[in-house]
């Protein structure tokens, strides 16, 4: 952070002995740039070596499979993930149910990076060996439990984040592949549709469960965000077609669903979820009243109008806000 | 340019911001956290992150809706009626925008960085079409539509603008029939004086981020211009809007120079990171090296794809450890004003760091801070502040 205004104000609180002589020569080699932090550009190398080397393999299984043959392939994925999860196994600090502290720079990333290769190393196997056979979608269900355990014993976010889309993704995959027939009666869009409802619910629940057990409880924001991200756009996908009485249920479901996260997610740590909230309870409100107006120049004027009255609505919710805080 | 009370305002807070960062991480003491707090007060009106983002994002919504509400009820009035609009609505959003920072006092608040865009937006769309009408070659309402994002940038002086300012200079630069080699002086040619804005004194926060941002987007002009792969597909030239200029600019030593600058530049750039110690230079190079490997990759093939793909990610994973390791080695964490750690979050802080943050709890409570500012120390100025409020 090169700033020479912040450089001139530690100089000037190091003399009025606001800062001591330490801080005030730390702060001040920061701010006039004299001392400058390489960690982020060491965090981007370490996550850009972790896509090459994922990608790399990907052109492997698809492009070289001759150079090695399909077992051979198979193991020496193995053994890439074994000597990943090994020396993370190897540098991790005990398990605990709170935040773990990484205990190097590269702990996340080549977690991550076994994580990745035993995913290619499973889907390999699936798709070459067919050991699951007609029911070969199971195999993303595995691999979200085997993300989301080693999130947990590890503690990592973006594996906790990655085992809930790959259970979500199972979902999708199976309904519109070996799952047709279970849901024949309500046909490919719906039936996606109610699997991401019930996916978003069950994230929500997870998080909750996680905050009440305190069990990994900065989990919690991340599958509730998720949840909510993916209840809100499954439901948002049936306002535009089907039956008259599935259409407002879908609309009339976002609005209320959109007000509900909106008035819920108030705190200023949740303002992801706020905004999501108020933004879906706005196209809600926007799907259920707009077809009672004019297309046309009273569409546009109709959506102009009830914007600046949500910008209105909210200033004034801010301002009360910020008059009861002291 | 920028109206000097509101420089005054975003110097003071960037010192609470920086102040805020340091207590968060524990650097600094509640007391003393209060006592800067104290003597850099904020006199603007700031909304939270989700406020900021609706208010952008219902701001965009009700002035584009009110301009598609004119439009219609006019049927679109022909592209003189479209093209007039534009321009009023160009100019009501830039007053808009003059109104919230200055006599509302806002700042961080969404709707007026909304208002900055749109103007921007109206004025390139009456503009656009005004040429058209006009028959007035694309160069002139370019011209004069980076002229503006110039302005607007430094009157404003938002990191977006600054942005969206120098990325409309390059596009009306690559309307001229030499619009390769004008990327490359202007890009070179404006990278050093941009960087020095961006830690100078005289500029006010977001107008030094503006700087920083239009210095890596010139950065990366520079190298999509000497690229090898972008000579030979004329991705620079590609960009001309006008089909009557002439055809793509060539010259007899091009290849061989752009072969030369292709390996180069990335590593120039590094070097020249390294010893300005300027990150932004330090990352253009880290990016432009991975991009002339690609480049290499696809005119003479090193090794298969997938085997280049797994050696670049193995190289990088091992000399990342490495320059870390190596920096950590240094006197107190660190070599030539680098360190490995951050600086001030949780984890990973430098041996100097952690002394300061030990011997904040043995330091003595906190004075009142005296007025931070005195005559020939510690003052504000410059961006058109007066330096007493």
Known sequence: ?326 | MMAPEIALAERRHEVRRAARAWAAAGFLGPESHGAITEAYPDDRTRLPAGFRILAFILTLVAITGSFGFLLLIGDGGGERAVATLAAVFAALCAVATEMQRGWLRRADAGAELATALLTLIFAALGLWLGAGLSNAPATISLGVLALAGLVLAARWGSGVLGLLAAVLVLVWLAQFAAARPLWILVGAASVVPLLAGSRSPALAPTQRLGCWLAAGTMVLAVYLSVNLLSLDRGWVEDLRLDSAVAAAWSAPAARPVAVAATALLPLLLLGAGWRRRESLLLVAGLAGLAASVATLQHYRPLLPDAYLLLLAGLITLAATLGCRRWLRGGPGGERQGWTADALFTGGNRPDTVRDVIGAVVFSPAAAAAGPPERPGEGRFGGGGATGSY
């Open chain 1, 1 to 326: 952070m090169i700033s020479p205004d912040v450089a001139s104000a530690v100089r000037v609180l190091g003399r009025d002995g606001v800062l001591t002589p330490g801080q005030a020569t730390l702060l001040g080699r920061v701010a006039r740039g004299e001392l400058v932090s390489l960690y982020p550009v060491l965090q981007t190398l370490l996550y850009g070596a972790v896509l090459a080397i994922t990608g790399g393999v990907a052109l492997l299984l698809k492009d070289r499979v001759a150079d090695f043959g399909p077992l051979t392939i198979a193991l020496l994925l193995s053994l890439a993930v074994l000597a990943c999860l090994g020396w993370v196994a190897r540098a991790a600090p005990a398990f605990s149910r709170g935040l773990v502290e990484s205990p190097h720079i590269a702990f996340d990333y080549i977690l991550l990076l076994g994580a990745l290769l035993l995913a290619a190393d499973l889907a390999w196997c699936e798709w070459r060996f067919t050991p699951l056979g007609a029911n070969w979608a199971w195999h993303l269900c595995l691999v979200s439990v085997i993300y989301s355990a080693l999130a947990l014993r590890f503690d990592s976010r973006v594996l906790f984040v990655l085992g809930l889309t790959t259970f979500a993704a199972w979902r999708g995959v199976a309904v519109l592949s070996v799952e047709q027939a279970l849901f024949a009666w309500a046909g490919a869009g719906p039936a996606v549709r109610l699997n991401g409802i019930a996916c978003g619910l069950l994230f929500i629940a997870a998080g909750q469960a996680l905050v009440r057990r305190d069990f990994k409880a900065h989990f919690e924001p991340a599958a509730t965000l998720l949840g909510w991200g993916i209840l809100l756009l499954a439901v948002a996908g049936g306002t535009a077609t089907g039956p008259d009485a599935s259409l407002w249920l879908h609309r009339g479901g976002l609005l209320g669903l959109g007000l509900l996260l909106a008035l819920r997610s108030a705190a200023p740590a949740r303002f992801g979820l706020f905004v999501m909230g108020v933004l879906a309870a706005y196209a809600g409100f926007l799907a259920c009243t707009l077809p009672w107006v004019s297309s046309g120049a009273p569409s546009a004027l109709y959506i102009a109008l009830s914007a600046v009255g949500l910008l209105v609505l909210l200033l004034r919710v801010r301002a009360r806000r910020a008059r009861a805080t002291p």
